[in-house]
């Protein structure tokens, strides 16, 4: 049983250009949380969806980032006309149910990096 | 879901020494995690402890919580180099998320 993918491990974008991020959660997980971490930072909640819905959001910048988890493929994470404050490192978790969460299951992030 | 507040920040002993951080919470809780992260990598779920329990062991780990106090600890016995990592606690209300806080970043040298 995979764990948590996530990919590319690593991403480098130039100012202003696009950044896609993907994640395939456990087999038979339907709930999918991105984060991101600054370094020497803790992890900062970024949204929370289900397949199809966005649950949480409350952690996402308003403008230029997007999340999705369609009914087929991966999660993506979209991040528009980047600039060098996105850099961090972008971690997606899945757990297979929603309320009193007992155990996340992470990936190994995409380290994303803006010139 | 909340988030839960570890201190120390960062925490040097050397091998062989036992390693305690602890954490503190501000409202109810059912259960709390403790969660490890080696630099650069995702998070490793390492131990839960349930609000009904006080102390829960698992291998060189020992997790104790206080309710009472909103707080717990998590003590690593006989450390070795390989535990260098942060570590973070996270208290969950039965929400559908888990809110982490800043870590304790451990070093533990050879």
């Known amino acids: 049983n995979a764990g948590v993918m996530q990919n590319p491990r690593h991403l480098v974008r130039r100012r202003g250009q696009e950044a896609r991020l993907r994640c395939s959660p456990m087999?038979?997980?339907?709930?999918v949380y991105w984060y991101r971490q600054l370094p020497e930072e803790g992890l900062k909640f970024m949204v929370y969806l289900q397949k199809e819905n966005i649950i949480d959001e409350s952690g996402m910048p308003k403008e230029r980032f997007s999340a999705e988890f369609p009914k087929e493929g991966p999660s993506i994470l979209r991040i528009q006309q980047v600039v060098r404050g996105d850099s961090a490192a972008y971690f997606c978790?899945?757990?297979?149910?929603?309320?009193?969460?007992?155990?996340?299951?992470f990936g190994s992030g995409t380290q994303l990096s803006v010139l | 879901s909340q988030q839960g507040e570890e201190d120390p920040q960062a925490l040097s002993i050397q091998e062989g020494e036992n390693a305690t951080m602890n954490c503190s919470y501000k409202?109810?809780?059912?259960?709390l995690q403790w969660y490890r992260q080696n630099s650069g990598r995702g998070l490793v779920h390492l131990i839960l402890?349930?609000?009904?329990?006080r102390e829960k062991h698992s291998g060189r780990l020992r997790v104790t919580l206080d309710t009472s106090k909103k707080s717990s600890s998590l003590l690593i016995t006989a450390s070795r180099a390989a535990d260098t990592a942060s570590y973070f606690c996270v208290g969950n209300n039965a929400g559908n998320m888990l809110t982490f806080g800043g870590g304790t970043r451990l070093m533990v040298k050879p």
């Open positions: 409202t109810s809780i059912n259960n």
């Open positions: 402890i349930r609000s009904n329990e």
């Open positions: 087999k038979g997980h339907s709930h």
């Open positions: 978790a899945s757990s297979p149910s929603a309320q009193g969460i007992e155990k996340l299951f």
